[in-house]
């Protein structure tokens, strides 16, 4: 299992968030740490994750995937980061 970041931007005025926040929920665990970045933990790889959400964007909008190793730093909110910890000591984020 791997944790990855999905960042994006959705660059049209009034854009509608609903579909790509409801792909990215569709997975197990997810976590919004930021107003357009969440983190998912699944067996996928980023190209099938990536896969599964660029049909939700637009081809003027942006979308970011990439797996999260450690060291890694942050200031979030203390659920945000119990999640980043549970999915941690399971291992499931690798140090590099």
């Known amino acids: 299992m791997s944790v990855f970041l999905i960042s994006y931007d959705l660059n049209k005025q009034g854009q509608n968030y609903t579909d790509l926040i409801k792909a990215i929920k569709s997975y197990n665990s997810y976590c919004q740490c930021l107003n357009s970045q969440w983190l998912i933990a699944t067996n996928d790889s980023s190209n099938t994750v990536y896969n599964h959400l660029a049909p939700k964007i637009d081809n003027n909008d942006r979308l970011f995937i990439v797996q999260v ?28």
Request: glycine share 8%.
């Open 69 to 96: 190793v450690q060291p890694l730093q942050g200031w979030l909110s203390q659920d945000v980061i119990d999640w980043i910890e549970h999915y941690s000591a399971l291992g499931h984020i690798p140090r590099i």
